[in-house]
């Protein structure tokens, strides 16, 4: 390209081309990572809002904020790069008057100047913008007034631990966290086996679950709905089906929530059979009912019913679905950790039975 510069000043350009593509492709690398988006389909018990554009949260709030930031510095920088290219080609190609080589330049100080000076200033403009940014997003304690939650990630699964509301005992469920709007959440991240990361792109970004250290982050859901999220850290076999799903409610319905899942468990004698089945049969081990087991290894079912999807959000839970997860969970997720116990069909009808009653 130099060859074709028929004047020194030209040269300036060129080099601001240059040191700006690179810082170009530094900083449309952050926003290549930050922005993902994905296109469910209609029927996917799972779709929904993924992008970061639509932030429903503070801390959501200063992250979409920072990647419009990165996305028009880069954008800026790849309209003047891309401009005084095409215009150089134009303006300098060959012609047929031309005689012999253009005059060659070697070494300016204004130019190295303004390769170093250029980006410089604008990697501090973003050094800036995002340490603001981080301060915002990792609070590094808890909000005033804000509801303590401890997750504890499983492969691969989600498990919640929330205090009931009058200060007796906690809440234990799994996959489906139910939280108030416009109150402060502050998630204290716990893994029981790898590494895992919790990402909800409409209330925060990304913190990862380390085993043996509790790693927080918060968010504060600004209105009510679903907000789906997904571990964003390579878990195992079904990490992709390791899926999150909040539902922001008003208070009142907050409180119901909280009433219902540290209630009791149902006791219902039709179905004594199965309930029989799951106490000698290998379930107990792994899943907890309150009351009646004690298994830390799998969900907590006491309240199975009240949750809407199976397997961290691989299908919608309803008794087909159920009934399919109890005869061979691979069938729905492949390489999970629960096995087929190889019931016969009367056996599964009894326990599926039994687990319809779990509301
Ligand atoms: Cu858990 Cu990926």
Redesign the pocket.
Known sequence: MFFLIAKKRFAFIFVVLIAASSLNSIAGSDVASTAVVCAPTSENINAGDLSIFSSASPPAHEIREIAWLVLGISAAIFVVVEGVLVWSIIRFRKRARDAGEPVQVFGSNPVELAWTVIPTIIVFVLALATLRTIREVQLTEAPEGSLNVDVI?H??WWEYRIPNLDGNGTIVTANELVVPVGRPIWLTLQSADVI??FWIPQLNGKTDIIPNHANHTWFQAERAGIFLGQ??????KQ?AN?LLRVTAVDDAAFKAWCVHQSSPVVSDPSVEQGRDMFLNLACMNCHAIDGVSGGSFGPNLTHLMSRTTIGSGVAPLNPTTLRAWVDDPQNLKVGCNMPSLELDPNQLDAIVAYLLTLK
């Open positions: 990630a492969q691969w895992h990361s571990c964003a850290e390579y878990c195992g990490h390791m």
